[in-house]
C-alpha cells in the first residue's frame, strides 16, 4: 500500500505558512509562494545580517569624522594620532562619545593631536 505522507507534510506546510504570517495575499496563504517567498527572505535576511555590520560601521566613521572636523582635523589623522597615543577605543565607543560626551571627545583629540 502506497503512503501519502499525509500528518507529516501537514506539519511541514502548517510549519511554513505559519513563518509567513504578515507577508501578503497569496504568500501567506498558498503554500508554494509562501516557501519560495520565506527562501528569499531567508536568503537575504542572511546577507543583510553581514550588511548591517558594515553599515554601523560607515555611521561611526562618518560621526567621528563630523566631530574630528568641528576640533579643527580629519578623521585619519586623529586615528593616527590615537595609533601613536596608544589610545584602544574602537569606532563604536569613539562615535558615542562623540554624541553624548563632548567634552571627553575634546581630550581624546588633544591626545591625537599631540601625537603629530
Known amino acids: 500500500m502506497r503512503t501519502t505522507k499525509g500528518a507529516a ?28 517567498s520565506l527562501m528569499r527572505a531567508w536568503r537575504y535576511g542572511w546577507a543583510h545580517r553581514r550588511q548591517k555590520k558594515r553599515e554601523f560601521r560607515r555611521l561611526w566613521i562618518t560621526r567621528i569624522n563630523a566631530a574630528a572636523r568641528m576640533r579643527g582635523m580629519n578623521y585619519s589623522r586623529l586615528i593616527g594620532g590615537l595609533k601613536k597615543a596608544d589610545v584602544q577605543l574602537n569606532r563604536k565607543v569613539l562615535a558615542d562619545l562623540a554624541l553624548t560626551d563632548p567634552s571627553a571627545f575634546d581630550r581624546i583629540t588633544e591626545m591625537a593631536q599631540e601625537q603629530l
Open 9 to 36: 507534510r501537514h506539519k511541514k506546510k502548517k510549519r511554513t505558512l505559519k513563518a509567513a504570517r504578515g507577508y501578503k495575499a497569496g504568500r501567506s496563504k498558498l503554500y508554494r509562494q509562501a516557501k519560495e
